[in-house]
């Protein structure tokens, strides 16, 4: 078992930057692929980033590729999402999730936190 509580969300200006923080309990952080996900609304929630469990494997979406970063601090039981050159598309609640197998859909993931709140305004 694992929670995830998110947290760095807000309101920000077309172009702006954002640091997402997810911070997970219990001593088996490590063992876990993490990734972010987003949901829109009135869309499906959708795939953003993801790192393997010791940070080798990362992969991103298209969207995002270029102006989002995933990094995670296993000592901290953290993993972040900075996000930079913001749009308004971006706009969405932020997920952290993680998964023992991982992969780019939600299926994969049985851990979730309760989403952060992100608003790009033009």
């Known amino acids: 078992q694992v929670q995830l509580v998110e947290s760095g969300g807000g309101l920000v200006q077309a172009g702006g930057s954002l640091r997402l923080s997810c911070v997970a309990s219990?001593?088996?952080?490590?063992?876990?692929?993490m990734a972010w996900f987003r949901q829109a609304p009135g869309k499906e929630r959708e795939f953003v980033a993801v790192?393997?469990?010791?940070?080798?494997?990362?992969d991103y979406a298209d969207s995002v590729k270029g102006r989002f970063t995933i990094s995670r601090d296993n000592a901290k039981n953290t993993v972040y999402l900075q996000m930079n050159s913001l749009k308004p598309e971006d706009t969405a609640v932020y997920y952290c999730a993680a998964s023992r197998v991982g992969g780019t859909t939600t299926l994969m993931y049985a851990y979730w936190g309760q989403g952060t709140q992100v608003t790009v305004s033009s």
């Open positions: 219990g001593r088996t952080f490590s063992t876990y692929t």
């Open positions: 790192m393997s469990r010791l940070g080798v494997t990362i």
